[in-house]
Structures are given as C-alpha cells and as structure tokens.
C-alpha cells in the first residue's frame, strides 16, 4: 500500500489515524528539520482531524500561523497581488521552487488557493509554469498538489493551464 493509499484509508475510515497519515505524508526526500517536522506533523494532523470531524478551527490556525513565516513569493500569492508577486519573482526567479515549511505550500498552490482576483491568479500560473523545472506534480504536506488546489477552486482557466503541461497529473 502506498503513503498515499494509508492516507486516503485513514481519512475514509475516520478513525482519526492522524499519525499514521502524518508519517505518510511527509517524503524523506522534502523532510524538514527537527522544529519544522514536529510543526509539519502537527498541522498534518490538525488536517487529518478537521477531514474526520469536521472541526477546523485547530487547522486553519496552524494554517495561518505557517503562513505568516513563508516565503515572500508564496505570501504575495496567496494574497493575489500581482505586481509584488511579479517583483518578486523578477528579483528572485529561483524563489518559484520555494516551499512553506510547515505545510509545504509553494508559490503555485498558494496563487491557487483562493477564489479572487481570477485573472491575476491566472496569470501568477502561467508566470510560476514557465520557470525552469517547476514542478506541477509537487505535493503540499498533506498530500495536495496545485492541480487539486485549482479544481477545488473552480479556477478553469488555470486548471486547462496545468493540464497542458506534459509532466502534469
């Protein structure tokens, strides 16, 4: 079974199987240090329980608690600004790779993660698909990749976007 088979199992159980699922959810490859893993596992199994119960108050402040410390990028793009999103990314192109910490948002997810400023979302997109190597497929800490985060958005014009890319699943 894989990570992402132990996750879906637990959630669908609603056993509340958070460490499993939090154990599986972090690769080896993107593990962060001891602080941010003890922070990552905490905000993994805020979700896991919001998913079973329904009660989401404990997630979305560890949510917006990491948030508060993330990169610029990714800040600029949750909020939809666009010039500084730009700016930003012109200083800085290699910052399109940079992650969150604690839940592992990149600047892609984090453009689509909200139902605003459509257009400057779509455009952040297609700006972040053209940097070399970005990586679509990307999961977040709880196992969400800006494909899942476009759908769940209805953000159509960025969905198409993503599914153009060869490497995209």
Known sequence: MTSREVHVAAVARGDGDAEAG??????EEETPAAPQRAARENYVA???KACATGDVDER??????AMASA???VKAAREGDLSEFCRL???EPASAHQAEEV??????????????KVDDRTEMVRLLLAAPEIDVN????????ALMYSCSTSNVESTKLLLAVPRST
């Open 22 to 27: 939090a154990d599986a959810m972090v690769s």
């Open 46 to 48: 805020a979700w896991l």
């Open 60 to 65: 979305d402040g560890l949510f917006r608690s």
């Open 71 to 73: 990169p610029a990028l």
């Open 89 to 91: 990314l012109e200083a």
């Open 103 to 116: 839940t592992g948002v990149t600047p892609l997810m984090a453009a689509l993660d909200r139902e605003d």
């Open 138 to 145: 990307r999961a977040d800490a709880v196992g969400r990749t």
